[in-house]
């Protein structure tokens, strides 16, 4: 069965840094791009960034840049998602999902015709002020 678990997520203050996983099974990890993105209730759900298959590039939305980091284990099956200097308009539900094309991942919040092949359930972050 192909799964990605996300942990990680819970109660952070205003100004503080919180580590997201994603655990992913039954898939070839490595042939998988990897994606972060989350949903506020009643909003859109967000791209937030991606990473290619070797980890060797990543790609972060503009809300992200310059303080956070995603970062995989191949070994380990885990993709991560360090957030710093966290605002309470970031308390969301954050995903991650898997595609084998980056560019899936990157529009999937745009493109209605690319939606990546797999998704987590979801870790809830709350950040409060």
């Known amino acids: 069965q192909v799964q990605l678990v996300e942990s990680g997520g819970g109660l952070v203050q205003a100004g503080g840094s919180l580590r997201l996983s994603c655990a992913a099974s039954?898939?070839?990890?490595?042939?998988?791009?990897m994606g972060w993105f989350r949903q506020v209730p009643g909003k859109e759900r967000e791209f937030l960034g991606a990473?290619?298959?070797?980890?060797?590039?990543?790609y972060y939305a503009d809300s992200l840049k310059g303080r956070s980091t995603i970062s995989r284990d191949n070994d380990k099956k885990t993709v991560y998602l360090q957030m710093n200097s966290l605002e309470t308009e970031e308390t969301a539900v954050y995903y991650c999902a898997a595609d084998h094309t980056l560019h899936t991942l990157v529009v999937a919040t745009t493109d209605k015709d690319s939606t990546p092949g797999v998704w987590g359930q979801g870790t809830l972050v709350t950040v409060s002020s």
């Open positions: 990473i290619i298959r070797s980890g060797s590039s990543t």
């Open positions: 039954g898939l070839t990890f490595s042939s998988y791009a």
